[in-house]
């Protein structure tokens, strides 16, 4: 019976993705994953500090990437300014696990100061 090939129901098509879309992909869903643990650090601190932890650890996984050697000069730059950014997210959330671990017990309101203050940096 019929599927088609290629396994996946879709008629065989392979949607096929450069190395360079692929990682500047999850460059990009590291800044979903930041976004959504900073939004629900209050209601799931494990949840951030999980989050933190996982972007710390792709973080360094991708500065060992050696750009400059495999890549055009458009991607190494949109490469380097993406990581910039997901640094800023780094410590934007590492400030929030910091904030409830050490501050949200002796004050309720520190987590939303914390962030309030990190949406003044970032339009800076």
Do not use: N
């Given at each position: 019976g019929g599927g088609g090939g290629g396994g996946g129901g879709g008629g065989g098509r392979l949607l096929h993705v450069t190395l360079g879309?692929?990682?500047l992909g999850v460059l990009d869903l590291t800044g979903e994953v930041m976004r959504y643990a900073t939004q629900n650090a209050n209601a799931a601190p494990a949840v951030a500090?999980?989050?933190c932890a996982?972007?710390?650890?792709?973080?360094?996984?991708?500065?060992a990437l050696p750009v400059a050697d495999k890549c055009d000069r458009r991607?190494?730059?949109e490469f380097d300014a993406k990581l910039r950014v997901m640094l800023t997210s780094c410590k934007k959330l590492e400030r929030v696990v910091f904030t409830l671990r050490v501050r949200g017990a002796e004050h309720p309101f520190?987590?939303?100061h914390a962030l309030s203050h990190d949406a003044d940096d970032d339009d800076a």
């Open positions: 879309d692929y990682v500090e999980r989050a996982f972007l710390r650890g792709v973080y360094e996984q991708l500065v991607f190494a730059k520190a987590l939303q």
